[in-house]
């Protein structure tokens, strides 16, 4: 009798990679707090040497339980939609979204900050649902866009400065980051990947 291995849905795979990343932000604020924040440190400290390494661990690092709070929700339902169509893909653009986002914050923020939260990463995935289907000229995809700039459409007004205490660097800078992963990861140019590898 022949056994055949049943491929998870993409959407299960977006679930579960969705669900362990905001697993994972829990966990680390949680050795953050036991710690007396001290793992905080670790954020995007603008053009300074120390401050690279932010890039990659800023979106894990929070500033307490009502900064996680605030950005739990859109993290599962963003990450999960940005994940659902494809799970490299959406991958792919969230690695985008995280590097500009951070290196952008970095490069122009304030000296003598720290930035650090998720909220990039948010900002990153509104953006390139909202365009994705316009890039890709694909009318389900244009419908959801529209659906996520309905829901979340009025944070993006997070981009511009004026709140103390919020990054608007980094939300300006993810936004880009989405923008770009959008234009980059279109379906043209995936087929065209998936040619050039199958030859």
């Known amino acids: 009798m022949e056994i055949r291995s049943r491929e998870i849905p993409s959407w299960q795979q977006a679930a579960l990679a969705t669900g362990a990343f905001t697993a994972l932000l829990w966990a680390i604020e949680i050795v953050d707090t036991a710690s007396d924040d001290s793992l905080q440190r670790h954020g995007v400290q603008p053009r300074s040497d120390e401050g690279l390494l932010g890039i990659v661990f800023a979106p894990f690092l929070h500033g307490g ?30 690695a985008v ?37 316009i890039v890709n000229k694909q009318l389900w995809e244009i419908a959801l866009g529209i659906v996520v700039l309905v829901l979340y459409g009025g944070a993006l007004w997070g981009v511009l400065p004026g709140q103390p205490g919020v990054s608007w660097q980094g939300h300006l800078f993810g936004a880009i980051g989405g923008a770009l992963a959008a234009m980059l990861l279109t379906n043209e140019r995936l087929a065209e990947v998936g040619t050039r590898l199958n030859r």
Do not use: C, E, Q
Not at 65 to 89: C, K
């Open 65 to 94: 339980w009502d900064h996680i709070s605030a950005n739990t929700g859109p993290v599962l339902v963003l990450g999960f939609l940005t994940l659902a169509t494809g799970l490299i893909r959406g991958l792919a653009a969230t």
């Open 97 to 133: 979204i995280w590097v500009v986002g951070g290196l952008g914050v970095w490069l122009v923020a304030g000296s003598n900050s720290n930035h650090i939260g998720a909220s990039g990463l948010i900002f990153g995935w509104i953006v390139y649902l909202a365009i994705r289907g």
